[in-house]
């Protein structure tokens, strides 16, 4: 399977914005905004208001009402927020090159084209949901933060034809149906997670990977960026990690790694798509990239040869000596100064070649140099045995719904991340005959995917403990693109879905029938997914 280069382009400079486009238009819209809730859709089966994943809290039809795109459609931001500017330069880069239409980005209102506010949106949008509004004349998508408009915007381009993904010109029109969407997330934390480390994936494939997650309102990117295998981001202070420990991959090929400008870069394109990304770097096991770059790291001085099979849990940092610290101590100095969001990922998992007391002297030294450089923690669920702070956030990725460990965890305050491996790993075989892929935790099929609630998973684990959900993609069959692609859709969306729509909307039979909607999309934008027999594809 090839694999494609990338990148949609936004942000284009801002330009000068200021109080004065808000003048009579945006009262009389911020009225408007105001009036009546939404209620359940009861859309005639073929309104793309059916087909928008994740589900949204609620969507009602106005019948007969639609607009469409035209020529002169312009794009109104509110006035002085760069952030919905930023909003406005990302929608204008999905539809110009499709529509061919200039779409600019003005600060103002208007009942006409559309209009992205900071303003008059249902109190219950919160932080990062949004009202959508569809009528003949225009689009107005109404938030409290240019989070919340960017999720409205991504559910405006799922209800537009599936061609206005192309990157070429398509031939009109670009209708909307007409509507209200009142929307806005079950929880904080909807991740999803690629694993750099097994095999490399260039800067442009990870932002290749953003722009598809966050058409799902995923807000979260977990970089697992160092494991056995390779160490994939620069550290000034230990520069071996990478020109040694960067060199190869799972199979033997070349590797690599982001030098902290490409690593800053990636944030920021994240950034821009209300993504936040969360680095991991995995220890004291998984570290044999590490090991091998740096012979001090282990106990007995000799470095061990790099790693390119897919074993797990022979390696492990020197607990006892103190150069162990002074070395996890300048990576997550390194690290937290690359790092804009709240959390670092610490790993801690499968750690079978340290002992339990061990491990609990390792974490008991690094979880404080973690808030030391002014971050949160945050690991696989085994962290949890160290007791970490009430504000560690464990990542349970366990094959069973009982993890009596968690549940204390949780009783002592700390929120939990879902990844169950038999539900939301990206990376296991849809079935017996699927190419790439492992199988350890078992075969996931696209219901399996869906077809559970977060919020009442682990036995004894209480809903208000549950932060989120999160789809790791483990690397050690996949290569490229293409690869991350077969897997991740159609199962991200699920996961993406869980981890978004309340679970009154939760609904199997529905659900498939929107993800052909998508389906659609993917064919248009190029993304290699998997035709999997569970879902009605069309075409
Ligand atoms: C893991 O799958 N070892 C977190």
Not at 252 to 262: C, K, L, M, R
Not at 418 to 444: E, F, I
């Amino acid at each position: 399977m090839p694999s494609r280069s990338t990148t949609r382009t936004s942000g284009s400079p801002r330009s000068g914005s200021g109080r004065r486009g808000l003048g009579r238009a945006l009262v009389a819209l911020l009225v408007v905004g105001a009036v009546g809730a939404a209620t359940p859709a009861h859309a005639a089966p073929e309104n793309p208001l059916r087909h928008i994943v994740p589900a949204p809290v609620s969507a009602t039809p106005r019948p007969g009402v639609t607009f469409t795109l035209g020529a002169d459609t312009r794009i109104h931001t509110h006035p002085g927020s760069a952030g919905a500017e930023q909003v406005g330069e990302f929608l204008a880069g999905v539809l110009r090159p499709s529509t061919g239409y200039r779409l600019p980005v003005v600060p103002g209102a208007s009942a006409r084209g559309i209009t992205l506010l900071l303003a008059g949106a249902d109190p219950r949008v919160g932080d990062e949901g949004y009202q959508l509004d569809v009528t003949r004349l225009g689009v107005v998508i109404r938030a409290r933060t240019a989070a919340g408009l960017f999720a409205g915007v991504q559910t405006f381009r799922q209800i537009l034809p599936a061609k206005v993904e192309a990157k070429t010109k398509q031939r009109g029109p670009f209708t909307a149906p007409g509507g209200r969407v009142l929307d806005y997330p079950r929880y904080a934390h909807r991740g999803a997670m690629l694993d750099v480390a097994r095999h490399f994936f260039s800067p442009d494939e990870v932002k290749r990977y953003i722009d598809q997650i966050a058409l799902y309102k995923v807000n979260r990117l977990h970089l697992h960026l160092t494991d056995d295998q390779g160490w994939r981001l620069e550290i000034k202070s230990w520069p071996n990690l990478t020109a040694h420990g960067g060199s190869t991959e799972v199979g033997g090929g070349p590797g690599g790694f982001y030098t902290q400008e490409q690593y800053r870069d990636l944030v920021a394109y994240a950034a821009a798509r209300h993504i936040t990304v969360i680095p991991e770097i995995d220890m004291p096991g998984h570290t044999n990239a590490a090991l091998s770059s740096y012979p001090e790291l282990n106990c007995d001085g000799v470095a061990p040869p790099l790693y390119t099979g897919i074993e797990v849990g022979f390696s492990s940092l020197c607990i006892d000596k103190d150069i162990t610290y002074r070395f996890v101590d300048d990576v997550l100095r390194e690290l937290a100064a690359l790092t804009p969001g709240k959390y670092v990922h610490i790993g801690g998992d499968e750690a079978h070649a340290t002992t339990d007391p061990d491990y609990d002297l390792f974490m008991d030294r690094v979880l404080p140099l973690v808030a030391a450089h002014g971050k949160v923690a945050t690991g696989w669920h085994e962290f949890v045995k160290a007791g970490p702070p009430a504000s560690a956030v464990p990542q349970f990725w366990g094959t069973r719904t009982t993890a009596p460990d968690v549940v204390e965890a949780a009783a002592r305050g700390n929120q939990v991340v879902l990844s169950p491996a038999n539900k939301a790993y990206l990376d296991m075989k849809y079935d017996a005959s699927t190419p790439l892929g492992l199988s350890w935790a078992g075969y996931t099929d696209v219901q399996d995917a869906y077809d559970w609630n977060p919020g009442a998973y682990v036995e004894g684990l209480p809903a208000e403990a549950v932060r989120g959900v999160e789809a790791p993609l483990w690397s050690e069959t996949l290569t490229n693109s293409a690869d991350v692609e077969f897997m991740a859709f159609p199962r991200l969306p699920a996961i993406a879905e869980l981890g978004w729509s309340p679970w009154s909307t939760h609904d199997w039979e529905g659900f498939k029938v929107r993800l052909a909607a998508q389906g659609e999309r993917w064919d248009v934008q190029g993304v290699n997914y998997h035709r999997h027999p569970q879902v009605p594809w069309r075409g």
